[in-house]
């Protein structure tokens, strides 16, 4: 069966520090895979998503960047972070040859706080 | 415009009442739609899906949905909710006809109180 992880669960980090989170998928290949980021814990916003290796399509020009440098991985970096980055950021993948029919699967966040 | 309405923030309902969490939609085309269940600090859960077919949706846990086109609607509904039920629930749906079928629409939550 498939799972995905996504670490780590809780981070705190100053303002001006870099950010790395990473998420795997394990059980399927060449998935779609993305980046959203829930405030408040309500809205979901979709940061980036990939369909392939190195394929990176960004939703929100923002402070965030993603990479996918294997296939199913899928990093979330910031080189300096704002106050306005803190929120509670979700991983997720989806079947890649699909027309939309197929629903999203999503890790167990990681809630970044910056002071 | 593509979007996707929940008209209500919070549903407080008994437990062993049937429950029903609303979602309206308005897209171009055809819609898939889903719904899904976010328990706190927890990653989101995937309940069920219309994509085509009967309007009645069944999906996990005991919840159910129903697909009104002509109302543009996809309620969730659960004949008898538990205490265990009470999480944020969000309904998103991809319109088919546009360009990029891989962005989902988003509501912006439910919060679910089933109380003892």
């Known amino acids: 069966s498939q799972t995905i992880h996504q670490w780590p669960a809780t981070l705190v980090q100053p303002v001006g520090s870099p950010l790395s989170l990473e998420c795997t998928v394990e059980?399927?290949?060449?998935?779609?895979l993305y980046w959203y980021r829930q405030a408040a814990g309500r809205g979901l916003q979709l940061l980036f998503y990939?369909?392939?290796?190195?394929?990176i399509s960004s939703e929100v020009p923002q402070n965030l960047s993603a990479s996918r440098p294997q296939d199913r991985q899928f990093i979330l970096s910031s080189k300096k972070l704002l106050l306005s980055d803190s929120g509670f950021y979700l991983c997720a993948w989806s079947v890649l040859v699909d027309r939309g029919s197929s629903p999203l699967h999503f890790g167990n966040g990681t809630r970044l706080t910056v002071t | 415009a593509q979007s996707v309405a929940q008209p209500e923030d919070q549903v407080n309902v008994a437990e062993g009442n049937p429950l029903t969490v609303k979602c309206t939609y308005s897209v171009s085309g055809n819609p898939y739609l889903f719904w899904y269940v976010q328990y706190p600090n927890r990653g989101l859960q995937f309940l069920l899906k219309y994509i085509t077919g009967d309007n009645l949706v069944k999906g996990s846990y005991g919840f159910e949905a129903e697909f009104n086109k002509s109302q543009t609607s996809f309620h969730l509904k659960k004949p008898s909710a538990l205490v265990s039920d009470s999480a944020l629930y969000f309904c998103a749906v991809r319109d088919l006809n546009a360009g990029n079928n891989r962005k989902l629409i988003w509501g912006l939550g439910t919060s679910l109180a089933v109380n003892p």
């Open positions: 059980g399927t290949s060449n998935p779609n």
């Open positions: 990939s369909v392939g290796i190195g394929q």
